[in-house]
Protein backbone atom coordinates (compact mmCIF):
# COMPACT_ATOMS: atom_id res chain seq x y z
CA UNK A 1 0.00 0.00 0.00
CA UNK A 2 2.60 2.30 0.90
CA UNK A 3 4.49 1.10 -2.17
CA UNK A 4 1.16 2.24 -4.13
CA UNK A 5 0.49 5.57 -2.97
CA UNK A 6 4.35 6.33 -3.51
CA UNK A 7 3.86 5.66 -7.12
CA UNK A 8 0.77 7.59 -7.63
CA UNK A 9 2.20 10.57 -5.99
CA UNK A 10 5.59 10.54 -7.92
CA UNK A 11 3.60 10.21 -11.13
CA UNK A 12 1.79 13.81 -10.10
CA UNK A 13 4.86 15.09 -9.04
CA UNK A 14 6.13 13.88 -12.33
CA UNK A 15 3.53 15.97 -14.86
CA UNK A 16 4.45 18.88 -12.23
CA UNK A 17 8.27 18.25 -12.50
CA UNK A 18 9.42 19.56 -15.70
CA UNK A 19 8.81 23.24 -15.71
CA UNK A 20 9.83 23.83 -12.14
CA UNK A 21 12.88 22.12 -12.78
CA UNK A 22 13.87 23.96 -15.78
CA UNK A 23 13.64 27.03 -13.41
CA UNK A 24 15.37 26.09 -10.29
CA UNK A 25 18.24 24.02 -13.22
CA UNK A 26 18.32 27.54 -14.29
CA UNK A 27 18.94 29.28 -11.78
CA UNK A 28 21.24 26.47 -10.05
CA UNK A 29 23.18 26.95 -13.68
CA UNK A 30 24.21 30.46 -13.02
CA UNK A 31 24.91 30.29 -9.24
CA UNK A 32 26.78 27.08 -10.58
CA UNK A 33 29.30 28.57 -13.23
CA UNK A 34 29.87 31.28 -10.95
CA UNK A 35 31.38 28.88 -8.48
CA UNK A 36 32.58 25.99 -10.29
CA UNK A 37 32.71 25.33 -14.31
CA UNK A 38 31.58 22.02 -14.81
CA UNK A 39 34.37 19.29 -15.86
CA UNK A 40 34.52 16.60 -18.42
CA UNK A 41 37.17 13.49 -18.61
CA UNK A 42 37.57 11.12 -21.58
CA UNK A 43 40.03 8.96 -21.64
CA UNK A 44 41.75 5.41 -20.40
CA UNK A 45 41.79 3.64 -17.22
CA UNK A 46 44.30 6.41 -15.75
CA UNK A 47 40.98 8.64 -15.46
CA UNK A 48 37.89 6.23 -15.93
CA UNK A 49 36.01 6.50 -12.66
CA UNK A 50 34.11 3.28 -12.98
CA UNK A 51 32.31 3.65 -16.45
CA UNK A 52 33.77 0.08 -16.38
CA UNK A 53 31.65 -1.74 -13.71
CA UNK A 54 28.78 -1.09 -15.72
CA UNK A 55 30.56 -3.05 -19.19
CA UNK A 56 31.48 -6.72 -19.66
CA UNK A 57 35.14 -6.52 -19.80
CA UNK A 58 38.55 -7.97 -17.57
CA UNK A 59 39.31 -4.28 -16.87
CA UNK A 60 37.80 -3.49 -14.35
CA UNK A 61 39.15 -2.20 -10.69
CA UNK A 62 35.82 -2.96 -8.81
CA UNK A 63 37.69 -5.75 -5.70
CA UNK A 64 39.64 -5.02 -2.87
CA UNK A 65 42.25 -3.26 -2.30
CA UNK A 66 41.53 -0.75 -4.90
CA UNK A 67 40.11 1.79 -3.19
CA UNK A 68 41.25 1.32 -0.32
CA UNK A 69 42.31 4.90 0.93
CA UNK A 70 39.11 5.96 -0.65
CA UNK A 71 36.89 7.80 1.50
CA UNK A 72 34.77 4.76 1.74
CA UNK A 73 37.65 2.71 1.52
CA UNK A 74 35.48 0.89 -1.17
CA UNK A 75 36.76 -0.41 -4.98
CA UNK A 76 34.85 2.44 -7.11
CA UNK A 77 35.96 1.62 -10.19
CA UNK A 78 38.89 3.95 -10.07
CA UNK A 79 42.62 2.23 -10.73
CA UNK A 80 44.29 3.81 -7.73
CA UNK A 81 44.44 3.06 -4.09
CA UNK A 82 42.41 6.71 -3.32
CA UNK A 83 41.68 9.70 -5.65
CA UNK A 84 42.24 9.58 -9.27
CA UNK A 85 43.91 12.88 -11.42
CA UNK A 86 40.40 13.71 -12.11
CA UNK A 87 39.06 13.50 -8.87
CA UNK A 88 42.42 16.05 -7.98
CA UNK A 89 41.36 18.13 -10.55
CA UNK A 90 37.44 18.79 -9.31
CA UNK A 91 38.64 19.30 -5.89
CA UNK A 92 40.97 22.07 -7.36
CA UNK A 93 38.66 23.67 -9.54
CA UNK A 94 36.29 23.89 -6.80
CA UNK A 95 33.56 21.32 -7.91
CA UNK A 96 32.06 18.01 -7.01
CA UNK A 97 33.63 14.37 -7.94
CA UNK A 98 31.65 13.78 -11.66
CA UNK A 99 30.14 10.42 -11.38
CA UNK A 100 30.72 7.93 -14.24
CA UNK A 101 28.72 8.50 -17.51
CA UNK A 102 26.75 5.11 -17.41
CA UNK A 103 26.15 5.57 -13.38
CA UNK A 104 22.11 5.18 -13.15
CA UNK A 105 22.72 8.47 -10.45
CA UNK A 106 23.64 11.02 -13.24
CA UNK A 107 20.47 12.56 -13.90
CA UNK A 108 18.78 16.05 -13.21
CA UNK A 109 21.43 18.59 -11.71
CA UNK A 110 24.01 16.01 -11.06
CA UNK A 111 24.55 16.39 -15.02
CA UNK A 112 25.17 20.15 -14.79
CA UNK A 113 28.58 19.21 -12.81
CA UNK A 114 30.01 17.64 -15.97
CA UNK A 115 30.31 14.07 -16.55
CA UNK A 116 32.97 11.24 -16.56
CA UNK A 117 33.33 8.98 -20.23
CA UNK A 118 36.91 7.62 -19.72
CA UNK A 119 36.65 3.56 -20.18
CA UNK A 120 39.76 1.54 -18.84
CA UNK A 121 41.50 -0.31 -22.06
CA UNK A 122 41.01 2.14 -24.72
CA UNK A 123 43.50 3.94 -26.45
CA UNK A 124 43.35 6.27 -29.48
CA UNK A 125 43.18 3.60 -31.87
CA UNK A 126 39.75 1.24 -32.38
CA UNK A 127 41.90 -1.55 -31.93
CA UNK A 128 43.65 -1.11 -29.25
CA UNK A 129 41.82 -3.20 -25.88
CA UNK A 130 40.46 -6.20 -27.94
CA UNK A 131 41.75 -8.35 -25.53
CA UNK A 132 39.33 -6.72 -22.62
CA UNK A 133 36.65 -8.65 -24.01
CA UNK A 134 35.61 -11.33 -21.40
CA UNK A 135 35.92 -14.86 -21.87
CA UNK A 136 32.09 -15.26 -21.18
CA UNK A 137 31.62 -12.71 -23.82
CA UNK A 138 33.53 -14.44 -26.03
CA UNK A 139 31.71 -17.42 -25.90
CA UNK A 140 28.40 -16.05 -25.90
CA UNK A 141 30.19 -13.99 -29.17
CA UNK A 142 30.87 -17.56 -30.75
CA UNK A 143 27.66 -19.23 -30.32
CA UNK A 144 25.34 -16.32 -31.18
CA UNK A 145 27.25 -15.27 -33.89
CA UNK A 146 27.02 -11.27 -32.76
CA UNK A 147 29.15 -9.08 -35.46
CA UNK A 148 32.07 -7.24 -34.46
CA UNK A 149 30.57 -4.44 -33.40
CA UNK A 150 28.66 -5.90 -30.54
CA UNK A 151 32.09 -6.70 -29.22
CA UNK A 152 32.84 -3.25 -29.12
CA UNK A 153 30.18 -3.16 -25.95
CA UNK A 154 33.11 -4.33 -23.40
CA UNK A 155 35.10 -1.06 -23.41
CA UNK A 156 34.26 2.76 -24.51
CA UNK A 157 36.16 3.42 -27.00
CA UNK A 158 36.93 7.42 -27.88
CA UNK A 159 34.46 7.57 -30.55
CA UNK A 160 31.88 5.84 -28.75
CA UNK A 161 32.79 8.33 -25.51
CA UNK A 162 32.36 11.46 -27.77
CA UNK A 163 28.90 10.03 -28.48
CA UNK A 164 27.79 9.70 -25.17
CA UNK A 165 28.92 13.12 -24.64
CA UNK A 166 26.93 14.53 -27.59
CA UNK A 167 23.83 12.55 -25.88
CA UNK A 168 24.80 14.43 -22.87
CA UNK A 169 23.97 17.22 -24.13
CA UNK A 170 20.81 16.51 -25.59
CA UNK A 171 19.95 15.49 -22.21
CA UNK A 172 20.96 18.87 -20.65
CA UNK A 173 19.57 20.94 -23.05
CA UNK A 174 15.89 18.94 -22.24
CA UNK A 175 16.61 20.25 -18.86
CA UNK A 176 18.00 23.87 -19.06
CA UNK A 177 17.82 24.36 -22.98
CA UNK A 178 20.08 24.66 -25.92
CA UNK A 179 21.90 27.83 -25.32
CA UNK A 180 22.33 27.34 -21.77
CA UNK A 181 23.94 23.70 -22.78
CA UNK A 182 26.15 24.86 -24.95
CA UNK A 183 27.29 27.77 -22.48
CA UNK A 184 27.87 25.16 -19.78
CA UNK A 185 30.09 23.31 -22.80
CA UNK A 186 31.80 26.12 -23.47
CA UNK A 187 32.95 27.14 -20.65
CA UNK A 188 33.55 23.58 -19.19
CA UNK A 189 37.14 22.21 -18.38
CA UNK A 190 37.74 19.01 -20.45
CA UNK A 191 40.40 16.24 -19.72
CA UNK A 192 41.54 13.86 -22.07
CA UNK A 193 44.29 10.93 -21.77
CA UNK A 194 44.57 8.39 -24.11
CA UNK A 195 47.59 6.96 -25.96
CA UNK A 196 49.48 4.83 -23.45
CA UNK A 197 47.47 1.87 -24.33
CA UNK A 198 48.30 2.29 -28.02
CA UNK A 199 51.42 1.06 -27.41
CA UNK A 200 51.05 -1.33 -24.27
CA UNK A 201 48.00 -2.69 -25.55
CA UNK A 202 48.93 -2.69 -29.00
CA UNK A 203 51.64 -2.19 -31.15
CA UNK A 204 53.64 -4.06 -27.85
CA UNK A 205 51.23 -6.06 -26.55
CA UNK A 206 52.01 -9.19 -27.84
CA UNK A 207 55.78 -9.84 -30.00
CA UNK A 208 54.84 -9.48 -33.87
CA UNK A 209 51.39 -7.51 -33.35
CA UNK A 210 49.61 -6.63 -36.23
CA UNK A 211 50.32 -3.69 -36.03
CA UNK A 212 54.02 -3.95 -35.34
CA UNK A 213 54.06 -5.89 -38.32
CA UNK A 214 52.31 -3.03 -40.46
CA UNK A 215 54.12 -0.19 -39.20
CA UNK A 216 58.01 0.07 -38.24
CA UNK A 217 57.77 2.72 -34.55
CA UNK A 218 57.92 5.81 -35.77
CA UNK A 219 55.66 5.85 -38.55
CA UNK A 220 52.94 4.40 -36.16
CA UNK A 221 53.08 7.21 -34.07
CA UNK A 222 53.20 9.50 -36.87
CA UNK A 223 49.42 7.29 -37.48
CA UNK A 224 48.69 7.38 -34.08
CA UNK A 225 48.93 11.61 -33.71
CA UNK A 226 47.05 11.66 -36.60
CA UNK A 227 44.02 9.78 -35.47
CA UNK A 228 44.64 11.71 -31.96
CA UNK A 229 44.17 14.85 -34.36
CA UNK A 230 41.21 14.10 -35.47
CA UNK A 231 39.50 12.90 -32.16
CA UNK A 232 40.47 16.46 -31.19
CA UNK A 233 39.00 18.08 -34.03
CA UNK A 234 35.57 16.16 -33.18
CA UNK A 235 36.05 17.42 -29.41
CA UNK A 236 36.26 20.74 -30.35
CA UNK A 237 33.55 20.73 -32.95
CA UNK A 238 31.26 19.54 -30.06
CA UNK A 239 31.74 22.42 -28.63
CA UNK A 240 34.88 21.75 -26.24
CA UNK A 241 36.90 25.20 -25.78
CA UNK A 242 39.48 24.12 -22.89
CA UNK A 243 40.72 20.84 -23.42
CA UNK A 244 43.55 19.54 -21.13
CA UNK A 245 45.44 16.92 -23.31
CA UNK A 246 48.31 14.80 -21.24
CA UNK A 247 50.83 12.99 -23.35
CA UNK A 248 52.18 9.62 -22.11
CA UNK A 249 54.53 9.17 -18.94
CA UNK A 250 57.74 7.42 -19.21
CA UNK A 251 55.88 3.90 -20.76
CA UNK A 252 58.93 1.53 -19.75
CA UNK A 253 59.21 2.28 -16.28
CA UNK A 254 55.82 1.00 -15.02
CA UNK A 255 56.63 -1.58 -12.76
CA UNK A 256 54.53 -3.79 -15.31
CA UNK A 257 57.42 -2.96 -18.19
CA UNK A 258 59.98 -3.67 -15.33
CA UNK A 259 59.00 -7.01 -14.80
CA UNK A 260 58.56 -7.89 -18.33
CA UNK A 261 61.26 -5.99 -20.17
CA UNK A 262 63.90 -5.19 -18.18
CA UNK A 263 66.46 -7.44 -16.69
CA UNK A 264 68.37 -5.15 -15.05
CA UNK A 265 65.75 -3.10 -13.49
CA UNK A 266 66.41 0.13 -16.23
CA UNK A 267 63.29 1.45 -17.72
CA UNK A 268 62.51 -1.03 -21.11
CA UNK A 269 63.91 0.86 -23.97
CA UNK A 270 61.32 0.38 -26.35
CA UNK A 271 58.38 1.38 -24.47
CA UNK A 272 61.06 4.41 -24.00
CA UNK A 273 61.55 5.50 -27.55
CA UNK A 274 57.56 5.47 -27.80
CA UNK A 275 57.06 7.66 -25.84
CA UNK A 276 60.26 9.98 -26.55
CA UNK A 277 58.40 9.84 -30.34
CA UNK A 278 55.27 10.50 -29.30
CA UNK A 279 55.16 13.23 -27.08
CA UNK A 280 56.79 16.14 -28.48
CA UNK A 281 54.84 14.98 -32.13
CA UNK A 282 51.85 15.48 -29.97
CA UNK A 283 52.72 18.92 -28.37
CA UNK A 284 53.66 20.35 -32.28
CA UNK A 285 50.16 18.36 -33.24
CA UNK A 286 48.16 20.36 -30.55
CA UNK A 287 50.38 23.83 -31.71
CA UNK A 288 48.78 23.38 -35.06
CA UNK A 289 45.60 22.51 -33.72
CA UNK A 290 45.74 25.87 -31.84
CA UNK A 291 46.99 27.65 -34.64
CA UNK A 292 44.25 26.62 -37.29
CA UNK A 293 41.48 27.40 -34.66
CA UNK A 294 43.05 30.34 -33.85
CA UNK A 295 42.91 30.28 -29.88
CA UNK A 296 44.60 27.87 -27.09
CA UNK A 297 42.31 25.46 -27.00
CA UNK A 298 44.54 22.47 -26.23
CA UNK A 299 46.64 22.82 -23.53
CA UNK A 300 49.69 19.91 -23.12
CA UNK A 301 50.33 18.45 -19.65
CA UNK A 302 54.07 16.98 -20.23
CA UNK A 303 52.83 14.06 -18.27
CA UNK A 304 56.29 12.60 -19.69
CA UNK A 305 58.23 14.95 -17.14
CA UNK A 306 55.89 15.13 -14.79
CA UNK A 307 56.35 11.43 -13.93
CA UNK A 308 59.90 11.42 -14.75
CA UNK A 309 60.09 13.87 -11.71
CA UNK A 310 59.80 11.14 -9.21
CA UNK A 311 60.51 8.16 -11.41
CA UNK A 312 64.07 9.31 -11.28
CA UNK A 313 64.44 10.67 -7.57
CA UNK A 314 61.49 9.10 -5.53
CA UNK A 315 63.27 10.00 -2.28
CA UNK A 316 63.11 13.52 -3.33
CA UNK A 317 59.39 13.41 -3.43
CA UNK A 318 59.02 11.01 -0.34
CA UNK A 319 58.73 7.59 -1.89
CA UNK A 320 60.90 4.67 -0.93
CA UNK A 321 60.16 3.25 -4.54
CA UNK A 322 59.25 4.03 -7.92
CA UNK A 323 59.92 0.98 -9.18
CA UNK A 324 58.00 -1.51 -7.28
CA UNK A 325 54.23 -1.57 -7.13
CA UNK A 326 52.82 -1.38 -3.91
CA UNK A 327 49.95 -3.60 -5.10
CA UNK A 328 50.87 -7.10 -7.19
CA UNK A 329 53.06 -9.91 -7.38
CA UNK A 330 56.18 -11.55 -9.10
CA UNK A 331 59.72 -8.91 -9.59
CA UNK A 332 58.47 -5.23 -9.08
CA UNK A 333 55.02 -6.44 -8.10
CA UNK A 334 54.63 -5.96 -11.81
CA UNK A 335 52.94 -9.12 -12.63
CA UNK A 336 49.59 -9.81 -13.29
CA UNK A 337 47.03 -7.62 -11.48
CA UNK A 338 46.24 -6.07 -8.30
CA UNK A 339 43.81 -8.61 -6.48
CA UNK A 340 43.31 -9.24 -2.53
CA UNK A 341 45.64 -12.01 -3.37
CA UNK A 342 48.19 -9.80 -4.23
CA UNK A 343 51.02 -8.35 -1.89
CA UNK A 344 50.15 -5.31 -0.48
CA UNK A 345 52.08 -2.44 0.94
CA UNK A 346 51.18 -1.20 4.68
CA UNK A 347 52.12 2.73 3.74
CA UNK A 348 50.03 3.47 -0.27
CA UNK A 349 52.08 7.09 0.03
CA UNK A 350 55.11 5.81 -0.28
CA UNK A 351 54.95 4.02 -3.39
CA UNK A 352 54.77 6.16 -6.49
CA UNK A 353 52.90 3.16 -8.66
CA UNK A 354 50.05 2.06 -6.78
CA UNK A 355 49.26 -1.13 -9.65
CA UNK A 356 51.77 -2.39 -12.16
CA UNK A 357 50.10 0.38 -14.27
CA UNK A 358 48.56 3.54 -12.41
CA UNK A 359 50.06 5.52 -10.23
CA UNK A 360 49.64 6.00 -6.14
CA UNK A 361 46.95 8.93 -5.34
CA UNK A 362 50.03 10.78 -3.90
CA UNK A 363 51.85 10.08 -7.27
CA UNK A 364 48.24 11.58 -9.11
CA UNK A 365 48.78 14.63 -6.56
CA UNK A 366 52.46 15.51 -7.34
CA UNK A 367 51.16 15.20 -10.76
CA UNK A 368 48.09 17.65 -11.13
CA UNK A 369 50.11 20.08 -8.22
CA UNK A 370 52.38 20.36 -11.95
CA UNK A 371 48.86 20.48 -13.98
CA UNK A 372 47.81 23.38 -12.08
CA UNK A 373 50.66 25.74 -11.21
CA UNK A 374 53.73 24.02 -13.54
CA UNK A 375 55.88 26.03 -15.69
CA UNK A 376 56.30 26.14 -19.11
CA UNK A 377 58.24 22.57 -19.32
CA UNK A 378 55.16 20.69 -17.87
CA UNK A 379 52.25 23.12 -19.05
CA UNK A 380 52.44 24.56 -22.47
CA UNK A 381 50.85 27.27 -22.82
CA UNK A 382 49.76 27.86 -19.81
CA UNK A 383 48.94 25.95 -16.79
CA UNK A 384 45.38 25.43 -14.92
CA UNK A 385 45.77 28.00 -12.45
CA UNK A 386 46.61 30.41 -15.46
CA UNK A 387 43.84 29.19 -17.77
CA UNK A 388 40.98 29.80 -14.35
CA UNK A 389 42.34 33.13 -14.38
CA UNK A 390 41.80 33.99 -17.63
CA UNK A 391 38.54 32.42 -17.96
CA UNK A 392 36.84 34.38 -14.72
CA UNK A 393 38.08 37.60 -16.54
CA UNK A 394 35.92 36.10 -19.73
CA UNK A 395 32.06 37.05 -19.32
C1 LIG B 1 37.06 4.28 -35.57
O1 LIG B 1 35.69 4.12 -35.30
C2 LIG B 1 34.90 5.27 -35.59
C3 LIG B 1 33.49 5.04 -35.11
O2 LIG B 1 33.10 3.75 -35.25
C4 LIG B 1 34.98 5.57 -37.07
O3 LIG B 1 34.23 6.72 -37.38
C5 LIG B 1 36.45 5.80 -37.45
O4 LIG B 1 36.57 6.03 -38.83
C6 LIG B 1 37.29 4.61 -37.04
N1 LIG B 1 38.69 4.92 -37.28
C7 LIG B 1 39.44 4.19 -38.09
C8 LIG B 1 40.84 4.65 -38.32
O5 LIG B 1 39.04 3.18 -38.62
C1 LIG C 1 51.81 28.70 -13.49
O1 LIG C 1 51.23 29.08 -12.29
C2 LIG C 1 51.93 29.98 -11.46
C3 LIG C 1 51.00 30.41 -10.37
O2 LIG C 1 50.66 29.37 -9.56
C4 LIG C 1 52.52 31.15 -12.19
O3 LIG C 1 53.29 31.93 -11.33
C5 LIG C 1 53.32 30.67 -13.36
O4 LIG C 1 53.86 31.74 -14.07
C6 LIG C 1 52.49 29.81 -14.25
N1 LIG C 1 53.28 29.33 -15.35
C7 LIG C 1 52.83 29.32 -16.59
C8 LIG C 1 53.80 28.81 -17.64
O5 LIG C 1 51.75 29.67 -16.90
Redesign the pocket.
Known amino acids: MPRFQGLVCSATLAMALPLALVLALGSLISSTQAAARAFFVFGDSLVDNGNNNYLVTTARADMPPYGIDYPTHLPTGRFSNGLNIPDLISQQIGSEPTLPYLSPQLTGERLLVGANFASAGIGI ?2 DTGIQFVSTTFLLSFHRRSLTFDDLQVNII ?1 I ?2 QLEYFQQYQERVSSLIGEGQTQQLVSQALVLITLGGNDFVNNYYLVPFSARSRQFSLPDYVVYVIS ?1 YRKVLARLYELGARRVLVTGTGPLGCAPAELAQRSRDGQCAEELQRAAALYNPQLIQMINNLNGEIGSDVFIAANSNQMHADFINNPRAFGFVTSKVACCGQGPYNGIGLCTVASNLCPNRDLYAFWDPFHPSERANRIIVQQIMRGDASYMHPMNLSTIMELDSRTP
Open positions: LNRYKE
